[in-house]
């Protein structure tokens, strides 16, 4: 059996009711306004489950230049309900060819205009490297990347309410 990576995760308070964050955070075609130097490829309409997707990010990325390929499968999409106090889910399970693991965003309704957003990821390095630095160095990297992506993510969502 093996074992999962170490989770890295980030989670945010936003002024936005559950259902809406969801919609708008689990959908990988926004994730280049959070995430700097990246771009999408994949399915014009947001993926559901089973469909790939691949996330490129480098200096020229934005640009269509090659970069750190990220390819993903959606494994997980489950919708919360502010109504019914249930949390949404997606999940994703990071293809290669550089990272193998799963990924998720988990969608807490707060109240009727609150959500907590919670960014996760069980990921490491593929190939042969020693697995306990592999997770600690990629954690780093992703803990800030994940707190600036929430960060942006929230910022506009109150522009937007506001």
Do not use: C
């Amino acid at each position: 059996m093996t074992r999962r990576a170490r989770r890295v995760e980030v989670s945010r308070l936003v002024p936005v009711d559950a259902e809406s964050a969801f919609a708008t955070v689990v959908d990988p075609r926004h994730h280049p306004r959070w995430i700097p130097l990246t771009r999408y490829e994949g399915p014009t309409a947001a993926p559901g489950p089973g469909e790939e997707f691949t996330m490129v990010s480098g200096p020229g990325a934005r640009r269509g230049t090659s970069g750190f390929v990220d390819r993903m499968v959606v494994v997980d999409h489950d919708p919360p309900s502010t109504a019914h106090g249930t949390v949404g889910r997606s999940v994703v399970r990071k293809a290669g060819p550089a990272l193998v693991g799963l990924a998720g965003l988990d969608v807490v309704p707060v109240d009727e205009g609150r959500s907590r957003v919670v960014w996760w990821e069980e990921v490491r390095l593929a190939g042969p490297w020693p697995r306990r630095p592999n997770e600690l160095v990629v954690g780093v990297f992703l803990r800030g990347m994940l707190w600036l992506a929430l960060w942006r993510f929230g910022r506009e969502s109150r522009r937007r309410r506001g």
